[in-house]
């Protein structure tokens, strides 16, 4: 991961107290855990919180107050967030796991760059990759037994972003490659990368293999 787009998110004002949050969203099976590891890598070991810890079989996409509570309101007030992680194997949550307010913290999975989230990004990266052909990528690596997950996943995926849309608002997007990600700005805002001038639009190449994680 370059670490030319680490320096630019580190260098962007705190945006959940003294957190920059990052947005990685996409629709599932888009490759957006393999690449929030590697920008978290890039970012010096940033922490990660997937997106799959808060949803439950029962709230698919309605945990915007539980992540409020148990992350974004700590955060935003320096503290150490604890959130209960969601075991969709055992349908309960765990033992509470500590986030730290640390420089920057990225947030991952469906739904990451929802209206009620995005006041506390400090940017938004969109995993450019059709919803039919994530499907199919993440249909392939889980298997014909969570084929009826997967059937009421892509509908419910379906109305939440009908509803609200991440894409438009996103100010990076990303799209890998066969040895590699491709880079671009988005199509609401410029992506700052040096100094305080508006850079003019252009693609970022970053070689480095990749393969789908996890939805």
């Known amino acids: 991961m370059s670490e030319a787009l680490a320096a630019a998110l580190l ?3 705190p945006s959940c107290g003294p957190v920059r949050l990052i947005g990685v969203d996409g629709h599932a099976g888009s490759g957006k855990s393999t690449f929030a590891d590697r920008l978290a890598r890039a970012l010096g070991g940033a922490p990660v919180l997937h997106l799959d810890d808060i949803a439950t079989h029962e709230e698919l996409f309605s945990w915007t107050g539980r992540l409020a ?6 955060l935003r007030e320096g503290r150490v967030a604890r959130y209960a992680p969601y075991d969709w194997t055992a349908r309960r949550f765990g033992a509470p796991r500590p986030l730290p307010p640390a ?3 990225l947030l991952e ?3 990451a760059g929802r ?3 995005r006041p506390h990004l400090a940017r938004l990266i969109w995993m450019d990759l059709p919803a039919e052909e ?12 969570q084929r009826e997950f997967w059937d009421d996943w892509e509908a419910a995926e379906r109305a939440h972003f009908a509803r609200d849309p991440s894409r438009p608002h996103a100010h990076l997007l990303v799209r890998q490659l066969g040895r590699g990600y491709r880079l671009s700005e988005g199509t609401t805002s410029i992506f700052l990368t040096f100094g305080d001038e508006r850079s003019a639009p ?5 070689q480095h293999p990749g393969h789908d994680a996890r939805p």
């Open 11 to 13: 260098r962007l004002p």
């Open 69 to 74: 509570t148990q992350v974004l309101e700590p």
């Open 103 to 105: 420089p920057a913290v």
């Open 109 to 111: 999975g469906v739904g």
């Open 115 to 117: 209206r009620e989230l």
């Open 134 to 145: 994530s499907w199919r990528r993440g249909r392939r690596r889980d298997g014909e037994e």
């Open 202 to 206: 252009r693609e970022h190449p970053f």
